[in-house]
């Protein structure tokens, strides 16, 4: 079901993009009719960089299930992170 809420935040990193890589500044996640994918509703990830123009975002639809698994490989990868990487970012939080 569409919610029409979108959670937006902050991001510093890079994408590669039709045009090439780009900064990213910012990343809206929301769950919505696709645009491309074959399933009813996806959890759709903008990132993007809205000083640069529309050229500067890359979109993403995936399932519910996923999704999840995305958020599970990154905490995985930051627990297993070298120290002084994911302890940093965890002590930031």
């Excluded at 519910?64 to 958020?71: I, P, Q, R």
């Excluded at 990868?77 to 940093?88: E, I, K, R, V």
Aim: one cysteine or more; proline letters at 5%.
């Amino acid at each position: 079901m569409c919610t029409y809420l979108t959670e937006k935040i902050e991001l510093d990193g890079a994408a590669k993009g039709a045009s090439g890589w780009f900064t990213l500044r910012e990343g809206l996640v929301y769950v919505d009719h696709p645009y491309h994918a074959c399933q009813e509703h996806t959890v759709n990830i903008d990132f993007t960089n809205p000083g640069e123009g529309p050229s500067a975002r890359v979109a993403v639809e995936l399932t519910e299930e996923a999704a999840v698994a995305l958020v599970e490989a990154i905490q995985q990868a930051l627990a297993t992170a070298p120290p002084g990487l994911a302890s940093a970012r965890r002590g930031a939080a």
